[in-house]
């Protein structure tokens, strides 16, 4: 692999570029209270941290019997989740300092993520990483989520940059997971602490097992760039 300015760097979004988790639970709790799911709390959620939005409701409708269709209630949590995030989300400060470097030092960078092409542009530009991503793509664009590659794939295709020559960054093991399949070199920073020892993070070129405590943007680029 490159470890010129070409070597591309694709980040999810939720978990891992900023804190926005808690608002994709309340979107979630609120959806489903909709409907008459009243006990979804902050331990199912984390089940589907990683996982397409489409994924989560496909399978939460499923085990809760609901009648309404999957697209009806995609666009709920989405509503809601518009609705929450110009509130307080927040990117992650060593996050922010290692998009920073990448940019300055000409990397092609990228948001690939579970969320709505709507909720990307919406974070980016509440938290103002949109001045650094031109480029982010949405589950809802290809074919398949996360643990699939295919949002990997297609966000390479878009910078321009072969997949070898991609490294992904995440914080749950289906994006580890989807980043191994695609071809793609990984740097983990587990958001929920219990999925630290797991195997799908075993590939990972560079761990944070403490998560974004722990991450650092200098080690972070010195292991991007060959020089740690």
Known sequence: MSTSPTTAVIFDLDGTLVDSEPHYFEAGRR????????????AEHTRFIGIGTRETLTILRSEHGIEASVDELLAAKNRH??????????????????????????H?????????????????????????FATYVSAEEVPHGKPEPDVFVEAARRLGVPPADCVVVEDAPPGAEAARRAGM??????????????????????RFPGGQGEFDAERAYAWLTGSD
Not at 185 to 193: I, K, S, T
Request: aromatic fraction near 10%.
């Open 185 to 206: 070199r990984c740097v983990a920073v587990p958001y929920v602490p219990a999925t630290a020892d797991d195997p799908r993070f075993a590939a990972a070129g560079l």
């Open 108 to 132: 092609p960078i990228a948001v690939a993520s579970g969320s709505s092409r709507a909720a990307i542009k919406a974070v980016l530009g509440a938290t103002g990483l949109d001045a650094h």
């Open 31 to 42: 959806t489903l209270a909709a409907y008459g799911v009243t006990d979804f709390d902050w």
């Open 81 to 106: 989740y518009l609705e929450l995030v110009g509130t307080s989300t927040e990117a992650f400060p060593e996050m922010r300092a290692f998009v920073e470097r990448l940019s300055a030092r000409g």
